[in-house]
């Protein structure tokens, strides 16, 4: 069954660091996307980036990198250079290809604190 | 352009009322979902579609019914409304490969 995991329902960072945040998925679909959203305390959800699970290299955004090990089923977010205003809750999203219906489920998210 | 809109922002219901959330998109998307998000907690997919005129349960649809008759427009159902409904109610629409954009959420609170 689709699943995702975020293990981390809290990460603190000092300003300037940089900071990981875990995601786990379980799929049998052999095709699907990764994504992560921002969501801060004003509440609109945020994309951040994405991955396919066939793209060959990992996706990157200006300060976000997505740290994609598809035989371990993980697809880490990492913050470069943290600031003040990464301060939000982070969910990472999957979506299954035609196997699972097009479907698309979040993790239980992971709030980060940004010390300055 | 408006991307993604939600009718109503705001809603207080009483214990067994009916409504409707309307949402609409600009986009020409062929997926669109509803998700809730109750306080500290990811959001959770009730329904989704596809296609114009198909629809799909997602993760937790019990007390929760919808309809796509346009291609822009999913609407979600509450036809008895329960306190544990009480949520924010968050809509949301892609292409297969795209990354999905949401509309600003309702705020439903039933007593």
């Known amino acids: 069954a689709q699943k995702i995991t975020q293990t981390q329902p809290g990460m603190f960072v000092q300003e300037k660091e940089a900071v990981t945040l875990d995601c786990t998925y379980d799929t049998s679909d052999p095709s699907y996307g990764l994504f992560w959203y921002k969501q801060p305390s004003s509440g609109e959800m945020i994309f951040l980036i994405y991955q396919g699970s066939y793209d060959q290299q990992n996706a990157t955004e200006g300060r976000y990198s997505l740290n994609f090990q598809k035989a371990r089923k993980s697809a880490n977010l990492v913050i470069s250079a943290s600031q003040l205003g990464d301060s939000a809750m982070y969910f990472c999203?999957?979506?299954?290809?035609?196997?699972?219906?097009?479907?698309?489920?979040f993790g239980a998210g992971t709030r980060l604190f940004v010390k300055a | 352009n408006a991307g993604v809109t939600q009718t109503p922002k705001f809603r207080v219901l009483k214990t067994g009322q009916s409504m409707t959330l309307l949402c609409a998109q600009d986009m020409n998307h062929e997926y669109m979902y509803w998700y809730r998000q109750d306080p500290g907690m990811g959001l959770r997919l009730i329904h989704y579609s596809v296609g114009e005129g198909t629809t799909a349960k997602g993760e937790v649809p019990d007390g929760y019914n919808v309809s796509r008759l346009k291609k822009q427009n999913f609407l979600l159902g509450l036809e008895s409304a329960a306190p544990s409904q009480t949520s924010v109610y968050f809509c949301?629409?892609?292409?297969?490969?795209?990354?999905?954009?949401f509309g600003p959420g309702t705020r439903l609170t039933v007593l």
């Open positions: 949301a629409s892609s292409t297969f490969r795209s990354e999905q954009f």
């Open positions: 999203a999957m979506r299954e290809g035609y196997t699972g219906g097009f479907k698309t489920i």
